[in-house]
C-alpha cells in the first residue's frame, strides 16, 4: 500500500517571501502521479500542481514549482512571492498509473499555510 | 463546464436517520470517487467506480455505508442508520480514463449528525 507523509503541520511565510511544503511517500509502483491541492477556508480543493514520475523536469505553475527526487520518494512544492491568498491547507497527494482504469489518490495529512501581511 | 456537483452542501441530522449524499461528476467523465475528510484522519477513499462499475470499496466504514452509480451522470453515498462519528466532510470527485490524470472535486458536503 502507498503511503504520504507530510511532515510539517503548520507553516507561515511573510507575504512576498519564499515558502517549501515537504512531502514524502512510499510506493513499489514506478509509473504513477503525484499532486499537491490546495483546500482554502471554502474547503474547495483545487489542483495546484501535478507530476508524472517517468518525467525528470520538475513540474511549474506560475509561482508554484516542485522538486521531484524519485530515488528518494521526495515531493516538496515551493511557492514563491506568496500572497495572502496562498492561505490554506495544502495536501500532497499519490495515484498510481494504470492504462485499465482510473486509481485513486492516497492522501498526506496536510500542511496548514499562513501567509502573513 | 459546471464542474462537480454535490448536493446538499449542508446537512444536519439527528443520529439513527437516514442520509443520502448525490453527486453529479463532470459530464464526459467515467471515473467517480467518494472521499471523506475528517480531523482526525484526513482525507480517505470511500469507495470509487469505473463506467459505473464499484472497483473498490474497501474504504466504505460498515454496513451502514453504502454507495450506487446507476447511469453516468448520477451517483449517491447513503448512510443508514447515520451515527455521530459520521459527522465529516464527504466529497465526490470525477476523471475520465485515459484523457487526463487529474481528479476534479466537488465543494463537499459538510454532514453533522447529531
Known amino acids: 500500500a502507498q503511503t504520504v507523509t507530510q511532515s510539517q503541520p503548520e507553516m507561515s511565510v511573510q507575504e512576498a517571501e519564499t515558502v517549501t511544503l515537504s512531502c514524502t511517500y512510499d510506493?513499489?509502483?514506478?509509473?504513477?502521479?503525484l499532486f499537491w491541492y490546495k483546500q482554502p477556508p471554502s474547503r474547495q480543493m483545487i489542483l495546484v500542481i501535478r507530476q508524472e514520475a517517468y518525467k525528470q523536469q520538475n513540474a511549474t505553475e506560475n509561482r508554484f514549482s516542485v522538486n521531484f527526487q524519485k530515488a528518494a520518494k521526495s515531493f516538496s512544492l515551493k511557492i514563491s512571492d506568496s500572497q495572502l491568498g496562498d492561505t490554506a491547507m495544502y495536501f500532497c497527494a499519490f495515484m498510481k498509473q494504470r492504462n485499465s482504469g482510473n486509481t485513486p489518490l492516497v492522501f498526506g495529512k496536510g500542511t496548514r499555510l499562513s501567509v502573513i501581511a | 463546464d459546471a464542474g462537480v456537483i454535490q448536493s446538499p452542501r449542508h446537512e444536519v441530522t439527528e443520529m439513527g436517520q437516514e442520509v443520502t449524499l448525490r453527486c453529479k461528476p463532470i459530464s464526459g467523465h467515467n471515473s467517480l470517487f467518494w472521499y471523506r475528510q475528517t480531523m482526525m484522519r484526513g482525507l480517505e477513499l470511500l469507495i470509487y467506480?469505473?463506467?459505473?462499475?464499484?472497483?473498490?470499496d474497501s474504504g466504505m466504514p460498515e454496513d451502514r455505508f453504502s454507495a450506487k452509480m446507476p447511469n453516468a451522470s448520477f451517483s449517491t453515498l447513503k448512510i443508514q442508520p447515520s451515527e455521530p462519528r459520521d459527522s465529516a466532510v464527504y466529497f465526490c470527485?470525477?476523471?475520465?480514463?485515459?484523457?487526463?490524470?487529474?481528479?476534479?472535486f466537488g465543494p463537499g458536503t459538510r454532514l453533522t449528525v447529531l
Open positions: 510506493t513499489s509502483e514506478n509509473n504513477y502521479y
Open positions: 470527485a470525477s476523471r475520465s480514463i485515459g484523457t487526463s490524470d487529474t481528479q476534479y
Open positions: 467506480f469505473n463506467n459505473n462499475v464499484p472497483i473498490d
